[in-house]
């Protein structure tokens, strides 16, 4: 019986001559089409006043790239299906941007699809946009054998504050997904992400591994994903603190999906800013902490305006300050240009984890930085 391995490098080789292909073919329109905004933590983009350069809305073209975009959803799909199978992943992604002239996210939810345009065509309308964008998400359910209701679409626009979190629709399309037997509860339509960011997959198995008895703390928690990890690792307790009276209720709402429930497990509504003082002054303690904030906030609900530039020295050091002798700090955070400032933080061993945390349906990609943070360092 021939070996696997050959045949599976000649197919990484020919995947990769076939994506500069596709690159090449696209680059004349990468450099003129799109409208141009700040560079931010998600890639996001608005309008801008660039003249008529680029591209008018021509349906021919819009059929053609709809075509070479439903064939690479589909080589990519073939790619990675059975690596989420053997792996007990249900929800992954299978195009970032691959084709520059198509800038859209897609990601599979067990038979779903969630597509997030990225960049808009600056030359179109906001009707032309609305039928390109539609065309491409047709050819994506069809490349795959998706039913149309199932096929979720929104427009990533440059978020102010915390309008990233905030609902942009009331259908309320909630399923119950499964990652590495764990249960999560999604919501597909009413914001503009999830509720579950699959680029952390491979960090809440590292979290997972290291909380056996850990009292574990998990910083702006969101829904509370790497609580459930952490729980299901055998963590002595948890305590997951978030801005959002709603994303707190997410959260008890999966950690309860998973069996952990009750004082062991608690979700506290709060400002991290605010509340870290308190803890140190309580002289709380922790083994194992995760910190995952946003790139900024100016919420209502907040002392002052959050940036994680200028912000992250003193979450950390806070942090330090609640952390076990040998406890250990997770930190991440998705803004492209961000710079962890080392030389003013407290501790001892800091180690960039950001290629190990990123999964095999991100590599190529960095969609976040990772470190793990120690005040001494190890003991092996």
């Known amino acids: 019986m021939e070996s696997d391995a050959p045949k599976s490098q000649a197919l990484k080789k020919k995947e990769r001559f076939e994506q500069i292909k596709l690159r090449k073919k696209s680059a004349s329109y990468e450099n003129a089409q799109f409208s141009q905004g700040k560079d931010t933590d998600s890639s996001l983009d608005t309008d801008s006043e660039q003249g008529d350069s680029g591209p008018r809305y021509n349906p021919e073209r819009v059929a053609e ?14 790619h990675l299906w059975k690596w989420a199978k053997r792996t007990g992943v249900s929800c992954f992604r299978i195009y970032d941007r691959d084709i520059p002239e198509i800038p859209l996210t897609v990601d599979v939810y067990q038979q779903h699809l969630h597509i997030a345009l990225i960049l808009k065509y600056r030359n179109f309308s906001d009707e032309e946009m609305l039928l390109w964008t539609q065309a491409m998400a047709d050819a994506a359910r069809r490349a795959l054998g998706i039913q149309e209701d199932r096929v979720f679409l929104k427009t990533r626009l440059q978020q102010k504050g915390h309008q990233q979190y905030e609902k942009v629709a009331q259908l309320s399309k909630i399923l119950e997904v499964k990652e590495n037997d764990l249960q999560f509860e999604i919501n597909l339509s009413d914001y503009l992400d999830t509720g579950l960011f699959l680029d952390h997959r491979d960090t809440r198995v590292m979290v997972s591994q290291f909380a056996l008895n850990c009292r574990f703390l998990n910083l702006f928690s969101y829904t509370g994903s790497f609580s459930v990890y952490a729980a299901a690792g055998g963590a002595a307790s948890t305590l997951s603190v978030d801005l959002s009276n709603t994303y707190s209720d997410w959260a008890s709402r999966n950690l309860a999906l998973n069996g952990f429930a009750g004082k062991l497990h608690r979700c506290e509504s709060a400002d991290v ?40 020295v003193t979450i950390i050091n806070q942090s330090l300050k609640l952390l076990s002798k040998n406890g250990a700090i997770v930190f991440s955070n998705n803004f492209r ?17 950001t290629n190990k945390s990123i999964p095999e349906d991100f590599k190529g990609k960095r969609p976040h930085w990772c470190w793990l943070i120690r005040k001494e360092g190890p003991k092996y």
């Open 337 to 353: 240009k961000f710079k962890l400032e080392k030389e003013k933080i407290d501790c001892k061993w800091i180690d960039d984890i």
């Open 65 to 78: 790239q709809a075509q070479m975009f439903g064939n690479r959803i589909k080589k990519r799909h073939m």
């Open 273 to 312: 800013m605010a509340w870290l003082p308190l803890a140190v002054k309580e002289k709380q303690q922790f083994d194992l902490i995760v910190i995952d904030p946003p790139t900024f906030s100016n919420s209502k609900k907040m002392a002052g305006v959050f940036d994680i530039q200028r912000d992250h």
